[in-house]
């Protein structure tokens, strides 16, 4: 309740509350994908101001935490080549590989630069023509297109000292993946409204239709997420399995057309590792083969195979929905975001990173 | 690292042949791709990710967003350190 009464919308807030309220009859697990929307959960205490029959779990939708060690240690063995500069996203120069991380390969000696854009690293790769840029480029949906424009721009310029070390991750085949397995325990999800921005909502209908579950896509502020489970709870009462756009703002029915071109001329779809989900088929992209001479796993052939990480993180449950954050033993302890020992503390995204910010002095009080 | 920051079009230009805009993003501007919003022009809000934007929206809404993001300490992972400083309000006076 504490962060509520801060927010603009509190009385949309408390309608949309307490019409799920009123609604729900049953024990409900839904999941929101996207790792922004889990941020918001924990910073507004949704899931406390929630009635208790529903049980949100935190999905795989951060794309630090699910970018594989494999990924990271090659980063890594890139980055130490004398003529090499690795540049990436800020949040993954922390995310330990499988003996390290790239802040700590900086301190020795590697060249690691952070950039906001890909704009950034082509402007490194013009600007040093000496020296061998590998961008670590990684992201969902939503950022696939940007990386996907650099290389075809840096083709374009004729650059030849920029490569890409691409891991890039889609969400629909982690949703069927999830929905899928045995264990599974979700009932309904919220889908990520940027990734839908840019691809649409094709692929999110056929998963219900599949599955015969519900999905919802949602925005990131706490009015757009409790519309989203308000949708989600009445669909579940009513026994019915369809899907809804609650983000139609920023999403429309056939996404970003300019953005899917420029995915489809560079990318191909490929299996892909996922850090904690293991492989999933055509989950992944990677670049086609007219443009391998961008391709840093091919030029410097790079082969890191993929090494199981801490055995004492539990992420691959959390990212499943299986387990919270806090039933981590080392949670809070020796796993903080000052010095993480998993992917989801690193990230601002990330389930444990949010949990550690808004939940682990109700932790201390409980305890 | 999956969110899209509120900025407005204060100009468009070419830059190596990409659709370049500067986009005002609390109080300081960047350069941004508009190749993936060709309808995008001078004036308008578009919602930006990781130097590209990916869709246009209304200012009302441009605001909102960029509100929330702040209230929730989110704009940290998106942007230079330079741009977090200053509110929209701020945003339209340069
Ligand atoms: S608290 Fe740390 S070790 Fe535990 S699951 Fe989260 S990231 Fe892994």
């Known amino acids: ?367 | 690292m999956c969110l899209a920051i509120p900025g407005k079009v204060i100009s468009v230009g070419e830059e190596n042949g990409i659709r370049i805009g500067r986009v005002l993003f609390g109080g300081v501007t960047q350069p941004v791709s508009l190749d993936f919003v060709p309808e995008a022009s001078i004036g308008d809000y578009v919602m930006v990710h990781v130097g590209f934007a990916i869709s246009r929206v209304n200012q009302e809404e441009a605001e909102k967003t960029w509100q929330t993001l702040e209230e929730m300490g989110l704009l940290a992972g998106e942007l230079p350190e330079a741009n977090r400083t200053a509110g929209l309000a701020e945003r339209d006076q340069s």
């Open chain 1, 1 to 367: 309740m504490k962060y509520l009464d801060e927010y603009r919308d509190s009385q949309m807030v408390k309608r949309l509350l307490e019409k799920i309220r009123r609604t729900v009859t049953q024990h409900l697990v839904l999941m929101e994908i996207c790792g922004g929307q889990t941020h918001t959960i924990m910073r507004y205490g949704l899931d406390e101001l929630l009635p208790p029959q529903i049980e949100l779990v935190h999905g795989p939708g951060c794309p630090v935490c699910v970018t594989s060690t494999s990924i990271l240690d090659r980063a890594i063995e890139v980055a130490q080549r004398e003529d090499v500069t690795l540049v990436s996203y800020g949040d993954m120069l922390r995310v330990p590989g499988s003996k390290t991380d790239l802040l700590s390969a900086k301190s020795r000696g590697a060249d690691v630069r952070m950039v906001y854009s890909p704009l950034d690293a082509l402007r490194i790769a013009r600007q040093t023509p000496e020296r061998k840029i590998v961008f670590l480029a990684v992201g969902f949906e939503t950022t696939a297109p940007a990386n996907a424009m650099a290389v075809w721009q840096a083709h374009r310029e004729g650059l030849n000292n920029f490569f890409l070390l691409a891991s890039h991750v889609l969400v629909p085949p982690a949703i069927r993946a999830l929905a899928g397995s045995p264990d599974n325990r979700v009932q309904g999800f919220i889908a990520p409204g940027h990734v839908c921005t840019v691809v649409g909502c094709r692929d999110y209908e056929d998963l219900v239709q599949e599955f015969r579950m519900p999905i919802v896509v949602g925005g990131f502020e706490p009015v757009d997420l409790l519309q989203a489970i308000a949708v989600l709870v009445t669909m579940l009462e009513e026994g019915r399995a369809a899907f809804s756009n609650e983000y139609a703002r920023s999403v429309s029915y056939r996404g970003n057309i300019e953005a899917q071109r420029i995915l489809a001329e560079v990318f191909e779809v490929a299996d892909q590792p996922w850090r904690g989900l293991g492989e999933i088929p055509q989950s992944g992209l990677r670049l086609k083969s007219k443009f391998a001479a961008y391709d840093a796993n091919q030029v410097f052939a790079l082969t890191i195979p993929e090494v199981e990480a801490s055995s004492v993180c539990i992420s691959a449950k959390i990212l499943k929905g299986l387990k919270k954050p806090t039933d981590c033993s080392v949670f809070g302890h020796s796993c903080t975001p000052e010095s993480p020992l998993g992917a989801p503390m690193v990230s601002s995204e990330g389930a444990c990173s949010a949990y550690y910010q808004y939940r682990r002095h109700d932790l201390v009080v409980i305890q």
